[in-house]
């Protein structure tokens, strides 16, 4: 009934809005009318609502379950969300979506329902895990779901009978092979309005106990940076002998402020007898390191490290008769040293990925996961570049963690592409069928200007729509937010992607609340970097996300070659008539707090903070340097990994009267009355 409605409707409308520019060709004569709409106006698709949900919770099951039901989702949502695949053992949004749902503990009777919708199945390599990727973007093409060669077994027989369309077992002999022979047989039919980025596969979930059985055997009581406790350390392992190995864990003594362990070299004896002596970085390492988790080692460094929640341990293997192991370790900074008998989970053992993959398939979009530092993988990468339009998004994430973060904007950015770092988000197919409500008018007070030390508060990552739909959420829940007014970078392009987490946030804010966009504007990108002559267009293109959302005071990132770099007056320029700017912020190291560009358009110079002690000590220094006889401005970047609002409270109670703490709103028309700038 609801299809036939559908295409009733689409006649009658001459089909004008329903597809976009052809990217949703039917596949034959019984391809359902999907409800997805895309518009050359739109930068991404718009879903049917949701009018009742089947959920399938997944969040315990193993990576190919996930990766199945992601798919199936994909099929099924492109008609009508219908599907909604539980992931987080925790998730708020399934109330807030305010949409009759059923929860199946068993994920299998949810597939088992719409098993009739779907054409067949792809099973995907286990022995080249990016052949799930190619799969992925088969799925989409060919109306179908991804399969492990074991779920296959399952799936061709009783009661699914579904029919193998593809099998990639086999087919590829490197990731590279996989790759060009999706470019070269799969790209020209998936839409080219949109990229995805995915690593095939995730590390397995470590439970909370993984680590229960180390022991501290030291940790540095003092939140050094300097590197002046430098020095080798010698440690007695012998209480750990026992079992086949002894493991050695280094992690972060002060995790909320990104100074972990420093590790240089590391030997180890067994009753005086070398049986492991490497330097970090080498090849020698490679032998003794169990699970390098979040750690680095970065190209022309001398140490290993991990900071925030990550860490690195490496397994020694003394024979049984050993009576004594010994270890001299040459690291320095903010270390945790812990030891055991007993072998953990590593997080080097993986199992399939399957968040974001529903819209992917939905879209009919090409899924790659290649590297900028590999040369063949980038040359590859910027072929793909190269045939989308200026201003395409880029949905996913990069390899290699920070370092491929900036390599990977940087490149995105050089051909007018911008970033949406969302490869943990969840049910974009359902989140893009909810609709936008009218926003409450933000109340700004018409502040007098004094001679005060003004200061406004940003949490940053809002340009990241999985950090807007979990991590934000839990910081927007802190009981003491609200009371210290605060600036919340967020994604612009939720307006597309998730209209009910938009709304959210805008319905719940305070007065202290002020959503504003994350690096750089609609969706992340280094401006400097960015062709000069598409920039002004797609500044003008996309100003309305800005616009409908209320997001006016974009914090801009702006580098080049790794390293953040002034704004040129051209840029300023830019971004000040097609934004329509009052101010912006900017990250960098620059003296000035504030500097005005083009004579009209304040930027101001964000200092980022991790700890409640950074921001007292940055808010005391400017009080050092101020005379008293003109107002000060002070932008303070939260690191929103590591502080929550409670922390912002700590430090504003701290504070004297000579400080006032202001919204970027209220910020920026002080500044402009301070330099004497039109309104």
Not at 359 to 378: C, D, G, Q, R
Not at 474 to 485: A, C, E
């Amino acid at each position: 009934m609801i299809i036939r409605k559908l295409a009733i409707l689409c006649i009658s409308l001459v089909c004008s809005t329903v597809l976009s520019a052809g990217a949703f060709a039917a596949d034959d004569a019984s391809m359902e009318v999907n409800a997805l709409k895309w518009p050359e106006s739109q930068a991404l698709p718009t879903f049917g609502k949701a009018k009742s949900l089947d959920v399938a919770n997944v969040s315990e099951e193993p990576g190919d379950i996930k990766l199945l039901l992601t798919t199936l989702e994909g099929i099924i949502n492109r008609v009508q969300p219908r599907v909604y695949v539980q992931q987080n053992k925790e998730d708020p949004w399934l109330k807030d979506l305010q949409v009759p749902f059923k929860q199946h503990d068993n994920a299998m009777d949810v597939f088992k329902k719409y098993a009739k919708e779907i054409k067949g199945i792809i099973i995907y390599d286990p022995d080249l895990p990016d052949s799930i990727n190619v799969a992925t973007t088969l799925a989409g093409l060919e109306n179908a779901v991804v399969a492990s060669p074991e779920l296959a077994e399952q799936l061709t027989a009783a009661p699914y009978k579904l029919p193998v369309l593809q099998d990639l077992q086999g087919k590829f002999k490197s990731r590279m092979d996989a790759y060009n022979w999706q470019y070269e047989n799969l790209w020209s039919q998936t839409t080219q309005r949109m990229l995805v980025g995915l690593s095939p596969n995730t590390s397995i979930p470590i439970p909370p106990d993984n680590f229960d059985s180390f022991q501290t055997i030291d940790m540095e009581t003092e939140q050094l940076r300097d590197a002046s406790n430098r020095k080798t350390y010698e440690y007695d392992l012998s209480p750990y002998l026992g079992n086949e190995a002894v493991y050695l864990r280094f992690q972060d003594a002060f995790p909320q402020d990104g100074w972990g362990p420093a590790v240089h070299q590391i030997t180890v004896k067994a009753d005086g007898q070398v049986i492991a002596d490497f330097k970090t970085g080498s090849v020698e390492e490679e032998e003794f390191l169990y699970d390098r988790q979040g750690s680095k080692f970065l190209p022309g460094s001398d140490h290993r490290f991990a900071d925030n929640g990550n860490y690195f341990v490496y397994e020694f293997k003394p024979s049984a008769e050993t009576e004594q192991l010994t270890v001299s370790i040459e690291m320095w900074n903010q270390f945790k040293v812990s030891a055991s008998h007993m072998k953990p989970l590593s997080s080097e053992e993986k199992e399939p990925f399957g968040y974001l993959r529903d819209y992917a398939v939905a879209n009919k979009a090409m899924v790659f996961w290649l590297s900028t530092s590999v040369p063949e993988e980038k040359e590859l990468f910027e072929k793909i570049l190269s045939d989308v339009q200026p201003g395409t998004p880029y949905l996913g994430w990069f390899d290699n963690d920070v370092e491929g973060e900036v390599a990977g904007v940087d490149l995105t950015s050089r051909h007018s592409v911008y970033v949406l770092p969302s490869d943990w988000f969840h049910n974009m197919t359902v989140f893009a069928g909810t609709k936008v409500k009218q926003a409450p008018t933000p109340i700004r007070s018409n502040l007098k200007l004094e001679n005060k030390i003004y200061v406004t508060y940003t949490f940053g990552e809002g340009d990241n729509l999985q950090y807007d739909q979990n991590h934000m959420r839990y910081l927007w829940d802190d009981p003491n937010r609200g009371k210290v007014p605060i600036n919340w970078t967020s994604s612009p392009l939720l307006y597309d992607a998730a209209p009910a987490i938009l709304n959210y946030y805008r319905s719940t804010a305070t007065d202290n609340d002020l959503l504003v966009a994350g690096p750089s504007g609609a969706g992340y990108f280094y401006p400097q970097v960015w062709p000069q002559e598409t920039f002004a267009e797609f500044l003008k293109k996309s100003y309305s996300y800005l616009k409908h959302t209320g997001m006016s005071y974009p914090y801009v990132l702006n580098r080049e070659s790794g390293r953040d770099v002034p704004l040129s007056e051209a840029i300023a320029a830019a971004y000040e008539k097609y934004y329509k700017l009052q101010g912006l912020f900017l990250a960098g190291e620059e003296k000035d707090n504030i500097i005005i560009l083009n004579g009209s358009l304040p930027v101001s110079m964000m200092r980022g903070i991790s700890t409640v002690q950074d921001g007292k000590n940055v808010l005391a220094d400017a009080k050092k340097d101020w005379d008293g006889e003109s107002p000060i401005f002070i932008s303070i970047g939260l690191n929103a990994w590591g502080m929550t609002p409670s922390d912002v409270l700590a430090i504003t109670e701290s504070l004297g009267p000579e400080y006032e703490v202001v919204k970027a709103d209220e910020y920026f028309s002080l500044v402009r009355k301070a330099y004497g700038l039109t309104k």
